[in-house]
């Protein structure tokens, strides 16, 4: 096998792992088959749940983007809440649909979806880079990974499937979210130094975005329809959950 | 962080639920865009040292952090449900309602006491939310007092006492850590969750009304970040 040919197949793997970590992902709609008919209530429960998800996976993020940069990591973080804040001033100015919705509650969808792919890149470059440390790194990276993306699933859908979305659909989009992975996972391997060192600005821009959503979009919709002691507990007991995956898978 | 200095600045943000309880049994218009951006930057804070807390806790032995985490949050929100307990609603004259403030700034003390074990500055931030929330706190117990009958300058003591117990909680859980280095982790924890807790349960749905969404998550995350970015030398 000629150098070329062995640099041929490693890209293959490398996009092969990252499209696992990916469709991993619409695994997170699962659970939803067991939930036949959703109240208000319980949307706002599922929103609760997002939100500690979320929280927690930002923790996460930052965490490990601290470790890389601290300075790099909340200027990346900055710029995660400012792009959120200019989607959704675009949003507001049209009036969005999503699928058969629209109104506040297809901007509400897109804007999840749109923030879960966007932290998908950082979540491709860890990938790509992970096998530029050798093949054992990177598939304890892709298991994980893939791993870790279930959940990220689950909170896609349980802003999702509330507003009447599909199981299949909320599979696909929350998969859809992830593609980002197997496009990013390449060049970032190809690029292996010149990215590691963004790779703190990419963590903590999915992290800002992540939790400028939970706080402009899933607690403000919460707080409508249940209590704050039930929403607290919630969502602290997601993100605490979060963080103890993060930390042992 | 000095137990001398964390008692007394500690025991000055507890007056300020005395202050609540004044303003707010006279009406004052405990309302408005300013109090909401406040509380925003208060919950902020508190979510800046929160993170600065479980990292340290994570640091040292993440399993014990994590369970004091739960630990934390369950029994905010056990203290939160008490003066609906059967028992504790038999106490006369409202005084259901200055036990559970009393219990809730106790477990406040903890993360205050926890924040100060990893030095002035978080003792300090903390300190400084909890004046501000403080003022909210006071303002709902001191009319809830006025309403069963109490007069104002005594609610607005049995506010203050009530709060008292957070500045030597504070002192005991930093003396504690000081003590029993095994005790740490899990203290560290505690504080994340009793810190969220308050946050989303209590700062969070006030902020909303006051001032909202939009400008309350922009004034939470940058408080947050800011504290977080201070808090990367914090161990």
């Given at each position: 096998?000629?150098?070329?040919?062995?640099?041929?197949?490693?890209?293959?793997?490398?996009?092969?792992?990252?499209?696992?970590?990916?469709?991993?992902?619409?695994?997170?709609?699962?659970?939803?088959?067991?939930?036949?008919?959703l109240s208000p209530r319980r949307a706002a429960q599922a929103n609760a749940l997002a939100a500690g998800l979320m929280l927690?996976?930002?923790?996460?993020?930052?965490?490990?983007?601290?470790?890389?940069?601290?300075?790099?990591?909340?200027?990346?973080?900055?710029?995660?809440?400012?792009?959120?804040?200019?989607?959704?001033?675009?949003?507001?100015?049209?009036?969005?649909?999503?699928?058969?919705?629209?109104?506040a509650d297809?901007?509400r969808?897109?804007?999840m979806?749109?923030?879960?792919?966007?932290?998908?890149?950082?979540?491709?470059?860890?990938?790509?880079?992970?096998?530029?440390?050798?093949?054992?790194?990177?598939?304890?990276?892709?298991?994980?990974?893939?791993?870790?993306?279930?959940?990220?699933?689950?909170a896609?859908?349980a802003v999702?499937?509330p507003r009447?979305?599909?199981?299949?659909?909320?599979?696909?989009?929350?998969?859809?979210?992830?593609?980002?992975?197997?496009?990013?996972?390449?060049?970032?391997?190809?690029?292996?130094?010149?990215?590691?060192?963004?790779?703190?600005?990419?963590?903590?821009?999915?992290?800002?975005?992540?939790?400028?959503m939970v706080l402009v979009e899933l607690l403000p919709e919460a707080y409508g329809e249940i209590a704050g002691r039930q929403i607290a507990m919630l969502v602290g007991l997601t993100t605490?959950?979060?963080?103890?995956?993060?930390?042992?898978? | 962080?000095?137990?001398?200095?964390?008692?007394?600045?500690?025991?000055?943000?507890?007056?300020?639920?005395?202050?609540?309880?004044?303003?707010?049994?006279?009406?004052?218009?405990?309302?408005?865009?300013?109090?909401?951006?406040?509380?925003?930057?208060?919950?902020?804070?508190?979510?800046?040292?929160?993170?600065?807390?479980?990292?340290?806790?994570?640091?040292?032995?993440?399993?014990?952090?994590?369970?004091?985490?739960?630990?934390?949050?369950?029994?905010?929100?056990?203290?939160?449900?008490?003066?609906?307990?059967?028992?504790?609603?038999?106490?006369?004259?409202?005084?259901?309602?200055?036990?559970?403030?009393?219990?809730?700034?106790?477990?406040?003390?903890?993360?205050?006491?926890?924040?100060?074990?990893?030095?002035?500055?978080?003792?300090?931030?903390?300190?400084?939310?909890?004046?501000?929330?403080?003022?909210?706190?006071?303002?709902?117990?001191?009319?809830?007092?006025?309403?069963?009958?109490?007069?104002?300058?005594?609610?607005?003591?049995?506010?203050?006492?009530?709060?008292?117990?957070?500045?030597?909680?504070?002192?005991?859980?930093?003396?504690?850590?000081?003590?029993?280095?095994?005790?740490?982790?899990?203290?560290?924890?505690?504080?994340?969750?009793?810190?969220?807790?308050?946050i989303i349960a209590e700062?969070l749905p006030?902020a909303y009304r006051?001032?909202?969404r939009?400008?309350i998550a922009?004034?939470?995350?940058?408080?947050?970040?800011?504290?977080?970015?201070?808090?990367?030398?914090?161990?």
């Amino acid at each position: 096998m000629t150098a070329a040919a062995a640099t041929h197949a490693s890209l293959q793997l490398v996009f092969l792992c990252a499209l696992i970590t990916a469709i991993a992902t619409g695994l997170g709609a699962l659970p939803f088959l067991f939930v036949k008919k959703l109240s208000p209530r319980r949307a706002a429960q599922a929103n609760a749940l997002a939100a500690g998800l979320m929280l927690g996976a930002s923790l996460g993020l930052l965490h490990e983007g601290v470790a890389a940069g601290a300075g790099q990591t909340f200027l990346g973080a900055g710029l995660g809440v400012g792009f959120i804040v200019i989607t959704q001033r675009l949003l507001g100015d049209h009036e969005p649909e999503f699928g058969r919705i629209s109104g506040a509650d297809a901007r509400r969808m897109l804007l999840m979806v749109v923030v879960m792919t966007v932290h998908s890149f950082a979540e491709g470059v860890a990938v790509g880079v992970s096998f530029g440390g050798g093949m054992a790194l990177a598939i304890t990276i892709t298991v994980a990974l893939a791993i870790h993306n279930i959940p990220e699933g689950l909170a896609i859908t349980a802003v999702l499937r509330p507003r009447g979305i599909s199981l299949l659909a909320c599979a696909g989009w929350s998969v859809f979210s992830s593609l980002p992975q197997p496009i990013m996972a390449i060049p970032a391997y190809l690029l292996v130094e010149q990215v590691r060192g963004a790779l703190p600005y990419g963590l903590g821009f999915a992290a800002g975005a992540m939790v400028y959503m939970v706080l402009v979009e899933l607690l403000p919709e919460a707080y409508g329809e249940i209590a704050g002691r039930q929403i607290a507990m919630l969502v602290g007991l997601t993100t605490v959950a979060m963080l103890m995956f993060q930390q042992y898978i | 962080m000095d137990p001398l200095f964390l008692i007394l600045w500690s025991g000055f943000a507890a007056t300020m639920a005395g202050v609540g309880a004044l303003l707010g049994t006279r009406r004052f218009p405990l309302a408005g865009r300013g109090l909401g951006w406040a509380n925003a930057s208060a919950a902020g804070l508190m979510l800046g040292v929160g993170y600065a807390v479980l990292s340290a806790g994570q640091a040292l032995v993440p399993a014990a952090a994590f369970l004091g985490a739960i630990a934390g949050l369950l029994l905010m929100g056990l203290v939160d449900a008490a003066p609906r307990a059967p028992l504790i609603t038999q106490l006369p004259g409202a005084s259901e309602w200055v036990l559970a403030s009393g219990l809730h700034s106790a477990i406040e003390g903890i993360a205050i006491g926890a924040a100060a074990t990893l030095g002035a500055p978080f003792g300090n931030f903390l300190i400084a939310t909890f004046a501000v929330h403080n003022v909210s706190e006071g303002a709902v117990l001191g009319a809830t007092l006025v309403e069963s009958g109490w007069r104002r300058p005594h609610a607005a003591l049995v506010t203050t006492g009530a709060r008292a117990l957070q500045p030597l909680a504070a002192v005991l859980i930093l003396e504690v850590t000081g003590a029993t280095p095994a005790a740490e982790p899990w203290l560290l924890g505690a504080a994340f969750g009793a810190l969220l807790y308050l946050i989303i349960a209590e700062m969070l749905p006030d902020a909303y009304r006051q001032a909202g969404r939009t400008s309350i998550a922009a004034v939470v995350s940058l408080a947050a970040g800011v504290v977080a970015l201070l808090s990367r030398g914090a161990r």
